[in-house]
Nanobody
Framework: EVQLVESGGGLVQAGGSLRLSCAAS????????IGWFRQAPGKEREGVSC????????YYADSVKGRFTISSDNAKNTVYLQMNSLKPEDTAVYYC??????????????WGQGTQVTVSS
C-alpha cells in the first residue's frame, strides 16, 4: 500500500523557518515524482514545488522561489521542503503527492493527509 506521511508543520513567526517531511512507503523510491501543494482556507490548492527521480528539481511556484527548497533523501524514502523567510500568506495545509510510475510531476495520484503550517505576523 502506497503511503505518504507529512510532518514538520506548526506555528512559526513571520521570518522564521520550518522543514516539512514527506515519508513515502509502499513503492520503490527510484522512479518517481513527488510534489508539495498547499491549500489555504477559501483558496484553491496551489502547487508549490516538485522533484523527480530523474530530472531533479523542476518546479517552484513564483510565490516561494528563493525561500523554499525541495530535496530528497532516497535512502530514507523522504522528500523535504525547507521553508525559510516564512510569510503569513504561506499559512496553509501542506500536502505531498506522488507519481510512483515515473518522474512526471503533471500527474500525481497518491496524496498524504497534510500538515498545517501557520505563520503569525
Amino acid at each position: 500500500e502506497v503511503q505518504l506521511v507529512e510532518s514538520g508543520g506548526g506555528l512559526v513567526q513571520a521570518g522564521g523557518s520550518l522543514r516539512l517531511s514527506c515519508a513515502a512507503s509502499g513503492f520503490t523510491f527510484d522512479h518517481y515524482a513527488i510534489g508539495w501543494f498547499r491549500q489555504a482556507p477559501g483558496k484553491e490548492r496551489e502547487g508549490v514545488s516538485c522533484i523527480t527521480s530523474s530530472d531533479g528539481i523542476i518546479y517552484y511556484a513564483d510565490s516561494v522561489k528563493g525561500r523554499f527548497t525541495i530535496s530528497s533523501d532516497n535512502a530514507k524514502n523522504t522528500v523535504y521542503l525547507q521553508m525559510n523567510s516564512l510569510k503569513p500568506e504561506d499559512t496553509a495545509v501542506y500536502y505531498c503527492a506522488a507519481n510512483i510510475r515515473g518522474p512526471y510531476c503533471e500527474t500525481l495520484d497518491y496524496w498524504g493527509q497534510g500538515t498545517q503550517v501557520t505563520v503569525s505576523s
